[in-house]
C-alpha cells in the first residue's frame, strides 16, 4: 500500500497509541466504522474523538442512538475527559433517539429520517466531526440489508456533502464484526475493538482491518482502559 501523500490532512482522536497506529489520525472528511462487542470500549472512543476535536476548538455533533443524553453524559463522568463541559459550551451538540424523534416528527427514526435532518445538525454549528452511536438502530426498519445498504449509501453521501469526518458505531453481531455485514465496505476504514475473558479477566485489543487510500498499522495492539480513558498500548505489552 502507498503511503500516505505529504499535503494529506488526518484528524486526530487523542487516543493514546491510537494516533500513531493511524498515522495521526482519520483522514480528513473520511467515514470511519468502528465495531467490537458489547463493553469493548466503543462509546469511549467516541468520546475521545469529540473531544479532542473540542481541545482543538473544532464543534462536534454526536448522536446518541442507543442511550439518552443524561446517559452518555453519566458515563462520561467515569473518566477525565471534560464532555459535559463541552455540551455546556456547544463544542459537543449531543443528541439522542428522543430528540431526534421529535425532530423528524417520526416515531421510529431511520437511515433515511437521518439523511434528511442531517444538514439541520451539522450546518447550524459548522461541524467537523460527526458520531453515529450507534448506525445498528437505525437499519431495524429496513426490510431487506439491500434496502438498508442503499439507505446507509445515501445516508453517507449526504454527511460527505457536509465535509465532516465521521465515526459511525456498528457492534460485533454473531459471527460478523459487524451488524449487518455491510458497514465494512461501505466506509473508508474500520476499526474493531476486540474483548475476549481470559481466565478471571478482560482482554482488549484494537485492530485497524482496512483504512483506503493510505498507510496505517494493521497489527493488533492491546488496550487498557483507565481513569483518563483508553490507552492503546505497543504491540505485546502486558498490562
Known amino acids: 500500500m502507498e503511503g500516505q501523500s505529504p499535503e494529506e490532512e488526518r484528524v486526530p482522536t487523542g487516543i493514546t497509541g491510537f494516533d500513531e497506529m493511524a498515522r495521526g489520525g482519520f483522514p480528513e472528511n473520511s467515514i470511519n466504522i468502528l465495531s467490537g462487542r458489547a463493553g469493548s470500549g466503543k462509546t469511549l472512543f467516541s468520546m475521545h474523538y469529540v473531544m479532542e476535536g473540542a481541545r482543538r476548538g473544532e464543534n462536534s455533533v454526536y448522536v446518541s442512538v442507543d442511550d439518552d ?8 463522568r467515569q473518566y477525565d475527559l ?6 455546556d459550551k456547544g463544542l459537543v451538540r449531543l443528541h439522542d433517539y428522543e430528540s431526534l424523534m421529535e425532530r423528524t416528527g417520526q416515531g421510529l427514526v431511520d437511515f433515511d429520517d437521518l439523511t434528511r435532518s442531517v444538514d439541520q445538525l451539522l450546518q ?12 445498528a438502530g437505525l437499519g431495524i426498519a429496513e426490510d431487506s440489508v439491500n434496502e438498508m445498504r442503499r439507505s446507509m449509501i445515501r445516508f453517507i453521501r449526504r454527511v460527505r456533502e457536509n465535509d465532516v469526518t465521521g465515526l459511525f458505531v456498528s457492534e460485533a453481531w454473531e459471527d460478523r464484526e459487524t451488524r449487518y455485514g455491510v458497514e465494512e465496505y461501505i466506509g473508508d476504514s474500520m476499526v474493531v475493538l476486540g474483548l475476549e475473558q481470559m481466565k478471571n479477566q478482560l482482554n482488549r485489543s484494537i485492530n485497524i482491518r482496512k483504512m483506503r487510500f493510505t498507510d496505517h498499522d494493521s ?3 492491546p488496550i487498557e482502559i483507565t481513569d483518563n480513558g483508553l490507552v492503546v498500548h505497543n504491540q505485546g505489552q502486558v498490562f
Do not use: H, N
Request: glycine fraction near 4%; charge should be negative; charged fraction near 30%.
Open 69 to 76: 443524553a443524561e446517559s452518555v453524559l453519566r458515563a462520561s
Open 82 to 87: 471534560g464532555l459535559e463541559k463541552a455540551v
Open 124 to 135: 447550524p454549528t459548522e461541524a467537523e466531526r460527526i458520531v453515529i452511536d450507534s448506525i
Open 219 to 221: 497489527s493488533f495492539r
